[in-house]
């Protein structure tokens, strides 16, 4: 994957912090990740991430509604059964940065 293009980060309202912040403690919950990660490659029903993740189904849902109401995933009906993907590709786009950045080697000399 290429590295962003770095861009000048303007200042950022104290609103939209809190938001980053709840986003991202939402989303650094070992179990909600998992879900998430199930969801990027294509759309998922409750019962297959539960199945695949070895979770409980209503565990599954109730993750799924915190991760729906925050924007990060969507839910689709088709038939009896709701599947579930990633809102838009800004959510892969965190994960694959997050990973890559996890997977670089550490400089402790150039880290600040």
Do not use: W
Request: one cysteine or more.
């Amino acid at each position: 994957m290429q590295p962003r293009k770095q861009t000048a980060t303007p200042l950022i309202p104290d609103d939209t912090i809190v938001q980053l912040a709840d986003l991202f403690r939402l989303m650094g919950d070992p179990t909600r990740l998992r879900i998430i990660l199930a969801c990027l490659a294509e759309p998922i029903s409750v019962g297959n991430i539960a199945t695949r993740l070895d979770l409980s189904p209503s565990l599954v849902s109730h993750h799924l509604r915190l991760l729906k109401a925050a924007r990060v995933l969507r839910a689709e009906r088709r038939g009896k059964q709701i599947f579930y993907s990633a809102l838009d590709a800004h959510i892969s786009c965190v994960v694959d940065d997050m990973v890559a950045h996890i997977g670089e080697p550490l400089d402790i000399e150039g880290a600040d």
